[in-house]
């Protein structure tokens, strides 16, 4: 019994060639293997038989099918005998990941090359475990998976304070209304309760993007913002203005809505505003988002009250920019850009 091939196999090489061919074969890091037209080894390196659980001497006349089946049981074959007939074997192309089965029946990745020798006579193959490659791509997908997944709950919680918890907040300011003497109690309570289902409408919109992020919301972009602008006017009167050459994707298009929303809430709860516009111009494959005050204005390096954080990290996600003008007693105009995807 011998762990290698006895060498060299019938050739005219000179012995010292010979030698030199022998110890390069055995020496390599893959395994090798060299088998006929008809898919049986005649050659194959210790490293191979390691892979395969055999030892050297028991591969040979073994068919390469069986360390490398195929499930339609003729894939090796073809190619090298048709009719009766031998042809030439053709390439299968470098790092090729197929599936290879050790003598005990389990099976493990394989990375095979392999080309033709002399015309087809001959086929050499060099293989390798693919199990590391295997876990290391196992790795990098959970790790991307992972990544994916942090940003995804960032997204989600993201949209709730920008969408829900805002409609909240307007709820909120319908039911300190109730406490003000010029407004009926009955006025003040139908007002809650429009905004408390208008609370629920957004939940199940949201969940429905949630299930079916491509399911499309059919309200145009100005019909949502003038609604949105109807239930956030508690004393403030806004102007909408939509200009698009194109329409927006629907992903797109909700970030848009989002930000407006956050951009109109901060006027209502800090700006004192007697009047507030919205205008959006999609337009150059280029998304501009303006909402303009007339409050009492505020300093951009001291924001308090007014911090645009939670817009910035949208913006940025979007690889937009953000450019805030204001003053005390000059009213606050905020102008979004993004490019669209």
Known sequence: MQ???????????????????????????????????????VLANRRLAELFGYRCDELVNVSVDELVPDPSGAHHAAGRRRDGKHHPARATGSGRTVTGRRR???????????????????????????????????????????????????????????????????????LIAMTNTEVSKEQALTT???????????????????????????????????????????????????????????ETERQIYLVAKELISNVERHAQAASGHVGITIRGGEARLVVRDDGIGFDPEHPGGHDLRAIAERVSHLRGELHVTSAPGSGTCVEVKFPLR
């Open 3 to 41: 762990d290698h091939f006895p060498w060299p196999p019938a050739t005219a090489m000179p012995p010292i060639e010979a030698r030199a061919l022998a110890r390069v074969f055995e020496a390599g890091p893959d395994g090798i293997l060299v088998a006929d037209a008809d898919g049986r080894i």
């Open 104 to 174: 005990d029946g389990s099976e493990f990745p394989v990375e095979l090359s392999r080309s033709s020798v002399g015309e087809g006579a001959l086929v050499i193959a060099t293989v390798r475990d693919g199990s590391a490659r295997r876990r290391g791509d196992s790795r990098r997908w959970q790790a991307a998976w992972r990544r994916g997944r942090a940003f995804e709950r960032e997204r989600i919680a993201g949209d709730i304070h920008d969408d829900v918890i805002q409609s909240i907040y307007a709820m909120g300011l319908g």
């Open 192 to 250: 809650a309760t429009q905004d408390l289902n208008a609370v629920i409408a957004d939940l199940r919109a949201y969940m429905r993007y949630l299930r079916s992020p491509t399911a499309r919301d059919e309200t145009l972009l100005q019909t949502r913002l003038t609604s949105l602008v109807g239930h956030h006017s508690r004393a403030s009167s806004w102007t909408v203005q939509v200009d698009a050459d194109c329409e927006p994707r629907e």
